[in-house]
């Protein structure tokens, strides 16, 4: 138990910790040159009392650190920088922790605002931080090579030094199905070569081989070098830990050694001339948008009856469960088919209860392209908290409930049909029920 005499030295060093005026400034200086760093980095560096960096950082400033304490910490230091940035403040230094690039976008921002908030440190208190913005990597290496980022896009880490390997791969499989234009960072170091080879080989699944890839090593410095190639040759490249990867998307092109992303303005203008194509209007979503696009489905469903829900989501490169909401939307059915989204599962038990004994199910399940089809009894179908249970034939099949993100109903004249999709959109499994 703590005396009396401890307590109050604790609270002393407390009150003159608290007393304490330091700042820290986490400073994203870019590519490194002065041209491209900005004025507020500038100003905040020769105001600093002390900057804290890895040594490779450090050097790219070594002509504003004249008069400066100056702290150098290895690669793999991090959370030291972190801690020692705070100590210095807390002695009421003003401190530059620099990083290149943007320190919030893999930088040292994130962790030293964990260290601090860890050691009780709140934005109330006398040390004050403030996040100084740079040119990332990925937009430097795009201006560079052209305009690969004009539509939407992702960055991914591969380093999987503190990301576990199947994260990073999820990430990747979800950024190539969306078709964003990707900037891959810490593609391949010494130690991790697979990585880069891994990434490719999901990518390729999705993606044209065809599909180009700009490669940039060390953007607006000194040893600066770009490599153009496409994404079924991207890991045969020459590609290391300064190196940022841009891979492009379904639409992204090559031309006069130039790697474009177009914005779009092609969907609504003709020939990018000013004159709008026929059923568009100028400052209004495209028919394609969210505001008319289910009426797209509805009209292409009606059109083509004979389509099932999955050939119409193909047409449109988009899930079953889009095509039920732009159904759901419709006030009377459609085809002679009405859709609407049940609440959850516990909806559909209370539906499955309510269903006479006598009438026959239709049990459909749809794995990879594979689709089993039997019929079940009522009783045969059990939900409990964590499964749905079907025994088909003493065939068991069990869905887990948190597998289950929407579940679906259609109504005709002849049947009603569930429909379980997962939170990509895809289905799971269907359930009928014929009527007599």
């Known amino acids: 138990m703590q005396s009396n005499t401890q307590k109050s030295i604790k609270t002393t060093a407390e009150a003159s910790a608290s007393s304490v005026s330091g700042k820290i400034y986490l400073v994203g200086f870019g590519p490194g040159s002065r041209e491209h760093m900005t004025q507020r980095a500038l100003d905040v560096i020769n105001k600093a009392d002390v900057v804290i960096g890895y040594s490779t950082y450090i050097r790219l400033v070594k002509d504003l650190l004249d008069d400066k304490q100056v702290i150098r910490k290895g690669m793999t230091e991090e959370i030291d920088r972190c801690i020692e940035a705070y100590d210095q403040a807390k002695q009421g230094k003003v401190v530059a922790l620099v990083s290149s690039g943007d320190i919030g976008i893999y930088g040292m921002a994130g962790p030293t605002y964990e260290v601090l908030l860890q050691s009780g440190w709140t934005p109330d208190s006398s040390i004050q931080v403030e996040v100084v913005p740079g040119t990332t990597a990925l937009s430097a290496c795009a201006a560079l090579v052209g305009a690969p980022l004009t539509h939407d896009f992702c960055s991914i880490s591969l380093s999987d030094l503190l990301t576990p390997w199947p994260v990073i791969a999820r990430r990747i499989e979800s950024a190539a199905k969306g ?54 040759k991207m890991s045969e490249c020459d590609i290391g830990m300064l190196s940022t990867v841009l891979i492009g998307n379904s639409s992204t092109f090559m031309q006069e050694q130039l790697m474009i992303t177009p914005r779009g303005y092609a969907n609504k203008y003709k020939d990018l001339t000013g004159e709008i194509h026929e059923g568009e209007k100028a400052g209004r979503s495209l028919n394609m948008g969210l505001a008319s696009w289910y009426n797209c489905v509805i009209e292409y469903a009606r059109q083509h009856p004979e389509h099932s829900f999955a050939e ?19 006030s009377g059915p459609v085809n002679g088919m009405a859709v609407r989204q049940l609440t959850d599962i516990t909806e559909f038990e209370h539906i499955l209860n309510n269903i006479e004994e006598n009438q026959p199910f239709i049990l459909k399940i749809s794995y990879r392209g594979v689709e ?47 429909v379980f999709s997962d939170f990509e959109g895809n289905r799971l499994m269907s359930i009928e029920v014929h009527r007599q």
């Not at 119409?312 to 419709?330: G, H, K, L, P, R």
């Not at 019929?375 to 068991?396: E, H, Q, W």
Request: aromatic letters at 10%; charged letters at 25%.
């Open 179 to 232: 078709d964003f234009v990707i900037a891959l960072y810490n593609p391949k170091s010494g130690r991790r070569t697979g990585q880069i080879v891994e990434a490719q080989k999901i990518l390729l699944r999705y993606r044209s081989a065809q599909t180009p890839v700009a490669i940039v090593k060390s953007a607006y410095r000194h040893k600066q070098n770009i490599q153009y190639t496409t994404l079924d």
């Open 312 to 330: 119409i989501a193909d047409y449109f490169n988009t899930t079953e469960a889009s095509v039920f909401s732009a159904w759901q939307q419709e």
């Open 372 to 418: 089993l089809k039997a019929r079940l009894n009522k009783s045969s179908c059990v939900i409990t908290p964590d499964v749905i249970a079907l025994n088909v034939n003493n065939l068991d099949v069990e869905i887990e409930r948190n597998r289950v993100e929407h579940v679906w109903e259609m109504v005709s004249d002849s049947k009603t049909q569930w």
